[in-house]
């Protein structure tokens, strides 16, 4: 069971996606594999690719196994079509299970994702708040890069191959691997040992290894509230500062962009809440958080409510004829009452996984799992908006990428 929808299943298929999705399928179905790999990759998303290269630039035979006919497809959606690929401000605290992602990420996290990308080729920009993009601006220019190091360092790619079991078998893996294309059909694959890298959708693999797995459920997401006429404000932005509060008590605080939506609220304000929000909390809105109180009152005094506010919220905030300082007032204390996650498919990450305590920090193996590794969203590790997921992908990656990878070596 995935925690998030497939987007391929909700895609329109025009003509030529058609004939690219054959393309792709006849791509697929061509792949010989081996009868045993050193390190077999259970997912080709941003984690999985990451372990899949290091293993293999490792010594290690490496087989990525991606259900999608293409991999490295779920890096393309990232950052709006940008990949906001990292955060030049990574730091621990910043992640669900902090001491954890503190131990398997060290001192050197931002240096070696950097580095990471350095050497294939990719250069990297910053922007506000410290969110480091490719140059380029393209998704795909990410995708690209780390697919060509991979082929480079010959990982073999099984597209259109879901994983549906796995067993351990004395000391090696067998994988169960069904097709997700037309004519394909079913195969086994061994491994001398395994990276789970599937993402938000860990569970058959984790559970077939009798792994402790965290509830998964979605984060950074819209929230649905009530407390203003929303569908009058759809579209419009501010710079906010929020605190999410639950019987009086803060739950969390965030400042950022804030996106208002016919059903609540979006943004990084709202993505970042949504990791602890309730139905039934509520959130206390500052809509002028660069600007005290005293001061809003004496400049809306003196030139009403446009130098400060956005004209559809001040009328909104304003209405049964209120004064411009009364309005700015209001904008600084707007109490919203969450009634739920607005839209799960539009989650960026799922919260759960494989639990933080059955991993080894220094290798990321499972704890009674031998030659188990275990990346990315699969663990119970999610971090907040700003590239701090990815930079979470692309290290846990490289750890267990390069462990399993010495794993095989020491046997
Ligand atoms: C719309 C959107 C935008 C985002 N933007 C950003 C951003 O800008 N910055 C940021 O830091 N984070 C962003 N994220 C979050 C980020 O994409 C994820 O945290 C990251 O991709 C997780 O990497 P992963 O390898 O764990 O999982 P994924 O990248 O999801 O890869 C998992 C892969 O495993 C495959 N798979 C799953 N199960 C199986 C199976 N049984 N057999 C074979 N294959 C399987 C899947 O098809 C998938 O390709 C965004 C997420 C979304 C949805």
Same mark, same amino acid.
């Given at each position: 069971?995935?925690?998030?929808?497939?987007?391929?299943?909700?895609?329109?298929?025009?003509?030529?996606?058609?004939?690219?999705?054959?393309?792709?399928?006849?791509?697929?179905?061509?792949?010989?594999?081996?009868?045993?790999?050193?390190?077999?990759?259970?997912?080709?998303?941003?984690?999985?690719?990451?372990?899949?290269?290091?293993?293999?630039?490792?010594?290690?035979?490496?087989?990525?196994?991606? =259900?999608? @006919?293409?991999?490295? +497809?779920? &890096?393309?959606?990232?950052? !709006? /079509?940008? %990949?906001?690929?990292?955060?030049?401000? #990574?730091?621990?605290?910043?992640?669900?299970?902090?001491?954890?992602?503190?131990?398997?990420?060290?001192?050197?996290?931002?240096?070696?994702?950097?580095?990471?990308?350095?050497?294939?080729?990719?250069?990297?920009?910053?922007?506000?708040?410290?969110?480091?993009?490719?140059?380029?601006?393209?998704?795909?220019?990410?995708?690209?890069?780390?697919?060509?190091?991979?082929?480079?360092?010959?990982?073999?790619?099984?597209?259109?191959?879901?994983?549906?079991?796995?067993?351990?078998?004395?000391?090696?893996?067998?994988?169960?691997?069904?097709?997700?294309?037309?004519?394909?059909? =079913?195969? @086994?694959?061994?491994? +001398?040992? &395994?990276?789970?890298?599937? !993402? /938000?959708? %860990?569970?058959?693999?984790?559970?077939? #290894?009798?792994?402790?797995?965290?509830?998964?459920?979605?984060?950074?997401?819209?929230?649905?509230?009530?407390?203003?006429?929303?569908?009058?404000?759809?579209?419009?932005?501010?710079?906010?500062?929020?605190?999410?509060?639950?019987?009086?008590?803060?739950?969390?605080?965030?400042?950022?962009?804030?996106?208002?939506?016919?059903?609540?609220?979006?943004?990084?304000?709202?993505?970042?809440?949504?990791?602890?929000?309730?139905?039934?909390?509520?959130?206390?809105?500052?809509?002028?958080?660069?600007?005290?109180?005293?001061?809003?009152?004496?400049?809306?005094?003196?030139?009403?409510?446009?130098?400060?506010?956005?004209?559809?919220?001040?009328?909104?905030? !304003?209405?049964?004829?209120?004064?411009?300082?009364?309005?700015?007032?209001?904008?600084?204390?707007?109490?919203?009452?969450?009634?739920?996650?607005?839209?799960?498919?539009?989650?960026?990450?799922?919260?759960?996984?494989?639990?933080?305590?059955?991993?080894?920090?220094?290798?990321?193996?499972?704890?009674?799992?031998?030659?188990?590794?275990?990346?990315?969203?699969?663990?119970?590790?999610?971090?907040?908006?700003?590239?701090?997921?990815?930079?979470?992908?692309?290290?846990?990656?490289?750890?267990?990428?390069?462990?399993?990878?010495?794993?095989?070596?020491?046997?």
């Amino acid at each position: 069971m995935s925690a998030r929808p497939r987007s391929t299943s909700h895609a329109r298929r025009t003509p030529s996606r058609l004939a690219r999705e054959r393309e792709l399928a006849a791509r697929a179905r061509a792949v010989e594999l081996p009868r045993i790999a050193d390190v077999v990759v259970l997912g080709a998303g941003a984690s999985g690719l990451a372990a899949a290269i290091t293993a293999a630039e490792s010594g290690a035979s490496v087989v990525a196994v991606e =259900r999608s @006919l293409e991999c490295g +497809r779920s &890096i393309l959606a990232t950052g !709006g /079509g940008r %990949c906001n690929l990292a955060n030049a401000s #990574l730091s621990a605290e910043r992640y669900h299970n902090p001491d954890f992602v503190s131990a398997v990420c060290g001192e050197s996290f931002l240096e070696d994702v950097l580095g990471f990308f350095s050497d294939c080729g990719l250069a990297v920009a910053e922007e506000e708040d410290g969110r480091l993009y490719p140059v380029t601006r393209e998704a795909s220019s990410v995708r690209e890069v780390l697919v060509s190091r991979a082929l480079k360092a010959s990982v073999t790619f099984a597209c259109g191959r879901e994983a549906t079991a796995v067993t351990e078998d004395g000391g090696s893996f067998d994988l169960d691997l069904a097709p997700t294309f037309e004519g394909g059909r =079913r195969e @086994l694959l061994g491994a +001398r040992a &395994i990276v789970i890298a599937t !993402g /938000g959708g %860990c569970d058959a693999p984790a559970e077939c #290894l009798g792994l402790p797995v965290v509830s998964p459920r979605p984060a950074l997401c819209p929230l649905a509230c009530e407390g203003l006429d929303f569908s009058a404000l759809d579209g419009r932005r501010a710079r906010a500062s929020a605190r999410l509060a639950r019987d009086g008590a803060t739950i969390a605080r965030e400042t950022g962009e804030l996106l208002f939506r016919p059903y609540g609220i979006s943004g990084i304000v709202s993505f970042d809440l949504s990791r602890n929000a309730l139905p039934g909390d509520r959130v206390m809105l500052d809509l002028l958080p660069e600007v005290d109180v005293e001061t809003a009152r004496e400049l809306a005094a003196r030139g009403g409510t446009a130098g400060l506010l956005d004209d559809a919220l001040a009328a909104q905030l !304003g209405r049964h004829g209120k004064a411009a300082g009364d309005v700015v007032v209001r904008a600084k204390a707007i109490e919203l009452l969450v009634t739920g996650a607005a839209d799960e498919r539009r989650a960026q990450v799922t919260v759960g996984g494989i639990d933080v305590g059955a991993l080894d920090t220094s290798t990321l193996e499972c704890r009674g799992v031998p030659r188990a590794f275990a990346c990315g969203e699969a663990v119970d590790v999610d971090g907040a908006c700003g590239g701090f997921n990815l930079a979470w992908a692309w290290k846990s990656g490289i750890v267990a990428g390069a462990s399993a990878a010495h794993s095989v070596r020491r046997r």
